[in-house]
């Protein structure tokens, strides 16, 4: 029967690892001008946000923008709305959390933005084998027959002469 591993030996291991892992970190932080104190936390999407991020671009566009930039990370309504604030959306809306949830709602398909079972959004080119990111060929996605003003399969939806007022 095999032994059981030493775990007091793996420990202090992997803590001299650690601490060689922080001083070069505290190398890399001193070289970028940052403070020593800067946690050591990868930068997420949000903390690349400037004032500007977001300027001149539509609501879709900017959530599109920031989905790309959190590393494959959903975010809620109100988290993207927050980022798109602070990142220098133009909005008159009295309630830019409650509009960017509209707006995806209603419109999130044609901008590739999906949401997950979690209430969360997520960009359709991260979920490939999902039924909106997925494409058959001959078949367009939903944006794409939307543009077009057709129906997924390619088909003009009055040319078709098929009855859809049901």
């Known amino acids: 029967m095999p032994s059981e591993p030493d775990y007091a030996a793996l420990l202090a291991e992997m803590e ?3 601490e060689n892992l922080e001083a070069a970190m505290a190398f890399v932080r001193k070289k970028m001008g940052l403070n020593s104190s800067t ?3 990868p ?3 949000s903390d690349r946000i400037k004032s500007d991020s977001f300027y001149r671009l ?3 566009e900017a959530a599109v923008a920031y989905l790309r930039m959190t590393n494959r990370t959903p975010k809620t309504s109100n988290e993207i709305a927050d980022v798109l604030d602070r990142g220098g959306l133009v ?3 009295k309630d830019l959390k409650a509009t960017v949830n509209a707006l ?3 419109d999130g398909g044609k901008w590739g933005i999906t949401r997950l079972p979690s209430g969360a959004w997520g960009l359709d080119e991260w979920y490939p084998g999902s039924a909106r990111g997925k494409k058959t060929k001959g078949t367009k ?3 794409e027959a939307e543009e077009l003003g057709e129906d997924a399969a390619g088909e003009n939806d ?3 002469g098929e009855d859809h007022t049901r």
Do not use: F, N, W, Y
């Open 158 to 160: 009055q040319a078709s």
């Open 43 to 45: 930068a997420t999407g």
């Open 91 to 93: 909005h008159q809306s």
């Open 141 to 143: 996605t939903r944006a």
């Open 16 to 18: 001299k690892e650690k």
């Open 39 to 41: 946690p050591d936390v």
């Open 104 to 106: 995806l709602i209603r």
């Open 58 to 60: 539509g609501i879709g």
